[in-house]
Nanobody
Framework: QLQLVESGGGLVQPGGSLRLSCAASGDTLDYYVIGWFRQAPGKEREGVSCINRSGGSTNYADSVKGRFTISRDNAKNAVYLQMNSLRPEDTAIYYC????????????????WGQGTQVTVSS
């Protein structure tokens, strides 16, 4: 059973950077598409980014394009989200999710989720 654990969240000033990590256990991530999602208080969860299993294809929400970069290291069984030029509206709980498959974005719902890590952007 695949398990995902996010880390790297915290409090950062506007314009700052954070790097989120999604560490997997229980299975290898080699065959999984990975997505990052976020949910702000009072708002619906939204997709932020995804990466296919080879790392050769990525996708970003318009709100984070040019600021966030998703990457993966299958040897370390981990996926990362580098977040630069952070804005107060990026404040949310960030989740990683996995789906056994090839394509990003996937055509089926993700079926493995982490517990989330809080990101707060504030001066």
């Amino acid at each position: 059973q695949l398990q995902l654990v996010e880390s790297g969240g915290g409090l950062v000033q506007p314009g700052g950077s954070l790097r989120l990590s999604c560490a997997a256990s229980g299975d290898t991530l080699d065959y999984y598409v990975i997505g990052w999602f976020r949910q702000a208080p009072g708002k619906e969860r939204e997709g932020v980014s995804c990466i296919n299993r080879s790392g050769g294809s990525t996708n970003y929400a318009d709100s984070v394009k040019g600021r966030f970069t998703i990457s993966r290291d299958n040897a370390k069984n981990a996926v990362y989200l580098q977040m630069n030029s952070l804005r107060p509206e990026d404040t949310a709980i960030y989740y990683c999710a996995a789906l056994y498959g090839r394509t990003c974005p996937p055509t089926r719902p993700y079926n493995y989720w982490g517990q989330g890590t809080q990101v707060t952007v504030s001066s």
